[in-house]
């Protein structure tokens, strides 16, 4: 008889907060992880019953903010290599393919991207802002760790970064007004973000900005191609890039002591 095939052992992690509409696929997709591990902030739907139903590990934690709440999920992993997946996300059989191989022998590499594709308005973009959108998501977590950033955190790699074969497969929200209602949200961090980190914006960011990013994402990485869905991503993506900068502004006309 041969001997049974060995690989690294892997953590699968995903942080929650009532996500049970859209948790079951990025489980069942995790299937061949070691490990299934699920950090909640307090959810009050479905989400933990789904997870545990899954053969998930289940913890809460109080919400620390996107990044620093990442990182406290991976610290509680059982394995050190960890696959973080947000619960609207699933692996494509490639990607699983493609992660099972690496971990099959020493990897070459501490951290690994790969191509996230994202479903908007029922169709699976390939061009401009929504593919291939790269990703970090597959490393070793005492090589990698993620950033404490409030919104769009990001893994942090000290050393080279490896590129994986196959999608992160991305469901947007589901209707056009909650997608809508998010970025108005993802908009506020980051407007409060730029605040923060002493970044004062002026008039030509509301002016050039947009536009440029229209010419990079629509033209150049050639959105057209993606129809109307395409174009009306593109479009809510410059209508953030405003509406960050006119909050940022907002923020310090009426911050304490400001010249209104």
Request: charged share 20%.
């Amino acid at each position: 008889m041969a001997p049974a095939m060995t690989r690294t052992p892997l953590s699968a992690v995903i942080i929650t907060l009532n996500a049970a509409e859209v948790i079951q696929p990025c489980l069942d997709s995790l299937a061949f992880a070691d490990e299934i591990l699920v950090v909640d902030a307090g959810s009050t739907d479905a989400t933990l019953e789904r997870a545990r139903q899954a053969g998930a590990t289940t913890l809460h934690q109080t919400w620390l903010g996107f990044g620093a709440q990442k990182q406290y999920a991976i610290s509680q992993a059982r394995h050190p290599w960890v696959l973080c997946l947000d619960a609207d996300e699933r692996v494509s059989p490639e990607l699983q393919r493609s992660v099972l191989a690496i971990l099959a022998t020493p990897p070459l590499h501490h951290a690994y991207r790969m191509a996230r594709c994202n479903r908007f308005m029922g169709r699976w973009l390939r061009h401009g802002e929504g593919y291939p959108d790269p990703n970090l998501r597959l490393f070793h977590r005492d090589h990698a760790a993620w950033s404490q950033d409030p919104i769009h955190e990001h893994v942090v790699a000290t050393g080279p970064v490896g590129w994986l074969a196959g999608d992160l497969l991305h469901e947007s929200a589901p209707t056009l007004e909650a997608y809508l209602a998010k970025q108005n949200r993802y908009t506020t961090l980051q407007a409060q973000q730029l605040v923060a980190r002493g970044r004062f914006p002026h008039l030509h960011h509301l002016l050039l900005n947009p536009l440029l990013r229209f010419i990079k994402f629509y033209l150049l990485r050639l959105g057209f191609l993606d129809g109307l869905p395409g174009l009306v991503h593109v479009l809510i993506g410059c209508n953030n890039s405003l509406m960050k900068y006119a909050k940022a502004m907002d923020l310090l006309r009426n911050a304490p002591g400001s010249m209104k």
